[in-house]
């Protein structure tokens, strides 16, 4: 049976008996991994091949990397256009917004910034989308390390898209077949100490509510905590999702929920003030204290730029329609990319 995370219904599956195991064994974690994508959409995953001290060592440089002067972060520069997601982005540059696309409506949601800063890394293969990288005498070994630590993550992408197939009934090259390019997206996240009283009145916010765009996101968190999970049986409750040593979060993106005509579920998910135990200065007021710092890499899978993604013969019928029509990976992606930055 599939372990829970004890603060939430997230299921907690073991990769190593997919790693090395038989038929069997792979077919009862593609069933698990099946389970929690239909059902909560996320899950946490141990034993997942990505070696604990790889992942330190990524957030040393990420710490590194955030801790530069601002004009040294700004030698790499997140281009104008949303679609174009490499580079720096610093404090309030990009407002998570989901499924608003308006000026209007995008510019109200403005109106309560993002307080965090990141850094876009994508395939150092990709000639579509360059990386953007700092000078190297800034940081001397960033860049090497990331690249490495990109194509370990891309070996955990292809076991993870096995895995969804079998779990689908699908050939279990199908999902990799969309993915050859390796077109994703590591993501370096930090964000910065903050008054923790403008978290919880509304006045500032980490990341507010949002699903994720592509097939998959593999994320690594720090032990501050933050990350809420919208809960499966109530809309508007969100449960922590806390950081659990030696695990990883995975969850599903629009891209996989539309492929199987919401069989699976993109949930929405969002960064906020860590739990903290409430407190007051004697006089009924704030003791205006201030949030950890937090950091966190997220990996983001997604399809080849021009693979159009269509409802899965499997997953529609007389009494099932189409939900979606079919749009091709990149345009669903700048479509949301556009309306963030």
Request: charged content about 25%; proline content about 7%; overall charge negative.
């Amino acid at each position: 049976m599939v372990a829970l995370a004890e603060t939430s219904s997230i299921p907690i599956i073991d990769l190593e008996p997919a790693r090395n195991g038989g038929p069997e064994a792979i077919a009862k974690v593609a069933h698990e991994v099946y389970q929690a994508f239909k059902y909560v959409g996320f899950a946490y995953i141990k034993n997942h091949g990505v070696p604990q001290e790889l992942v330190d060592e990524a957030f040393g440089w990420s710490a590194q990397f955030f801790a530069l002067p601002q004009a040294d972060k700004d030698k790499a520069p997140h281009p104008p256009e949303g679609w174009y997601h490499r580079g720096y982005s610093g404090v309030g540059r990009e407002k998570v917004v989901q499924m608003v696309f308006d000026g209007d409506g995008i510019a109200d949601c403005r109106k309560i910034p993002d307080v965090k800063e990141s850094f876009e890394i994508g395939n150092e293969s990709d000639k579509h989308m360059l990386n953007i990288w700092i000078p190297e005498e800034v940081l001397p070994g960033f860049r090497g390390f990331f690249a490495k630590f990109f194509d370990t993550c891309s070996d955990l992408e292809t076991l993870m898209l096995r895995l969804i197939a079998l779990g689908m009934g699908l050939d279990e090259h199908f999902f990799l077949d969309y993915h050859q390019d390796r077109t994703n997206q590591c993501r370096l996240l930090h964000y910065p100490a903050v008054e923790e009283e403008l978290l919880r009145l509304g006045k500032a916010e980490r990341i507010a509510a949002h699903t994720d765009f592509g097939t998959m996101t593999i994320l690594f968190q720090d032990e501050v905590g933050g990350l809420e999970v919208e809960d499966i049986h109530e809309k508007g409750k969100f449960n922590p999702a806390p950081y659990i040593p030696g695990t990883a979060v995975v969850n599903i993106g629009d891209l996989l929920m539309r492929w199987s005509n919401h069989e699976l579920k993109s949930t929405m998910h969002r960064v906020r003030a860590p739990p903290l135990v409430e407190a007051n200065n004697g006089e009924g007021g704030s003791t205006g204290r201030m949030t950890k710092p937090r950091y966190s890499i997220p990996y983001f899978i997604s399809p080849d730029r021009d693979r159009v993604i269509e409802c899965l013969p499997n997953c529609h019928g007389p009494d099932r329609p189409k939900m979606y029509e079919g749009i091709t990976s990149s345009d669903y992606i700048a479509m949301r990319m556009n309306a963030t930055y």
